[in-house]
């Protein structure tokens, strides 16, 4: 196997702490989570080291792709991922996304969408933590398209243009819409969640009506680091702590 990929070349040494050609498949198959770096890459050529280290790899549960080129090939090369992480990433074709059935957790963390609606259509339903923050551009989160997710208990939003529309979350705990814009309808919409337990919004939303009445039933708060919470368990029992 040949990775022209420096990051993941030298990440993988580290793990196992020995040269990159003398990794065995039986090390390759330990492995349950993995970081791929595409900076710097032509797209072909990033496409071609993950699908090399993904085929060595069958028992991976949670991918972590950063300023990577998502193209379908690799899309369907991730199948039993249960927990993906894109950062700086785009995808060959928004419309056609097909995310693997087993997933329970997702983070979009500055990436690059036309639209949204191909990625969180294609969300499944067992889907219990989506982390959306500061996109890289202006395109809508329509949040009506995650009302199909029964089993969705942390959402974030935080600086992300939603369409409220529709707000149907009824097993959502935990609610991040910091630096999202929001206003009186969206606070009497958020009052209906059955299950919410925590609230974050911007301190400048604090004098919204609805917003006091709210907070004598739930937490509300202005800083996510003033609440930890732990993502539901993914794969090896491991939980993430949000911060």
């Given at each position: ?13 580290v ?114 933590t ?38 149907n979350l ?24 059955p ?31 003033e ?17």
């Amino acid at each position: 196997m040949q990775i022209t990929n420096e990051k993941l070349n030298l990440q993988l040494q580290v793990l196992f702490n020995k040269p990159f050609e003398q990794i065995t498949d039986e090390e390759y198959r330990t492995l349950t989570n993995l970081t791929i770096n595409s900076h710097g890459l032509q797209p072909e050529e990033a496409e071609k080291n993950i699908m090399e280290i993904l085929g060595k790899c069958p028992n991976l549960e949670s991918i972590r792709f950063i300023e990577t080129y998502i193209t379908k090939r690799v899309l369907g090369a991730i199948k039993g991922i249960k927990k993906l992480n894109l950062e700086k990433c785009a995808f060959e074709d928004e419309k056609e996304i097909v995310l693997p059935v087993e997933l329970n957790g997702i983070e979009v963390i500055g990436c690059f969408f036309d639209n949204y609606d191909g990625l969180l259509s294609s969300l499944p339903e067992t889907v219990e933590t989506i982390y959306f923050s500061f996109p890289a551009d202006e395109s809508t989160i329509k949040a009506n398209l995650l009302e199909k997710l029964k089993k969705l208990r942390v959402l974030i939003l935080d600086g992300c243009i939603v369409d409220f529309s529709s707000l149907n979350l009824n097993e959502c705990e935990y609610l991040s819409l910091l630096n999202t814009d929001i206003d009186e309808s969206v606070i009497e919409k958020i009052s209906r969640l059955p299950k919410l337990q925590k609230l974050f919004i911007s301190n400048r939303y604090n004098p919204l009506p609805g917003v006091l009445e709210l907070s004598e039933r739930i937490d509300v708060k202005n800083d996510l680091s003033e609440y930890l919470y732990e993502e539901p368990e993914i794969g090896d029992g491991t939980k993430k702590v949000w911060y």
